[in-house]
């Protein structure tokens, strides 16, 4: 009896994050077990389509299947210094440790770049089917000699043509202007 109590009890230890290899098919990780146990190259399970490189000092809950402490998984990987807090019931959100996020809030879809760039890449076109506003400048062929809208705008509205008529002058600015 004695024996098997020690088996449950090293099945699940709690440890802290000291190294992670994410070059490796599944990531293997360096853990500090409670009680000071080191571990080494102990591998992390991740859920299909999400994965993650935590920091050093990220919390690991770890499995020892049958107890054996030889041969350690680990299931998650939480991080309390970064995690968002005061989400609603039912609100889900990505981050990471520079203050990017993606929240799916009650009210719709908030994405925080935390002042970086954010940046589609690889689609043959990015379709939106609603309108588009937006509190900046829009700019189009930004890689070469584009212009923003803001800039088309004041080339319109300060046009002229020459005059076609028997006059043989320039016509005035546009009575009908982009606002």
């Not at 440790?97 to 954010?118: C, E, F, H, M, Y």
């Not at 080339?155 to 002058?169: A, Q, R, S, V």
């Amino acid at each position: 009896m004695a024996g098997n109590i020690k088996g449950l009890v090293n099945l699940f230890a709690r440890g802290v994050l000291t190294s992670l290899d994410s070059a490796k098919k599944c990531q293997a990780a360096g853990l500090k077990l409670i009680g000071g146990d080191p571990k080494e190259n102990v591998e992390y399970l991740e859920p299909y389509g999400f994965t993650s490189s935590a920091q050093d000092g990220a919390e690991a809950a770890v499995l020892f299947p049958g107890g054996d402490r030889s041969h350690g998984v680990v299931i998650t990987v939480s991080d309390r210094r970064y995690r968002l807090k005061g989400l609603k019931r039912g609100e889900v959100a990505i981050y990471d440790d520079q203050g990017q996020s993606v929240i799916l809030t009650r009210d719709g879809i908030v994405v925080n770049g935390a002042g970086k760039p954010i940046v589609f890449k690889n689609a043959p076109k990015a379709r939106f089917e609603m309108p588009v506003e937006a509190t900046g400048n829009i700019r189009d062929n930004c890689d070469s000699s584009g212009k923003t809208m803001a800039d088309m705008r004041q080339t319109y509205n300060g046009h002229t043509h020459k005059e076609n008529g028997d006059g043989g002058g320039t016509t005035d600015t546009p009575g009908q202007t982009m606002s």
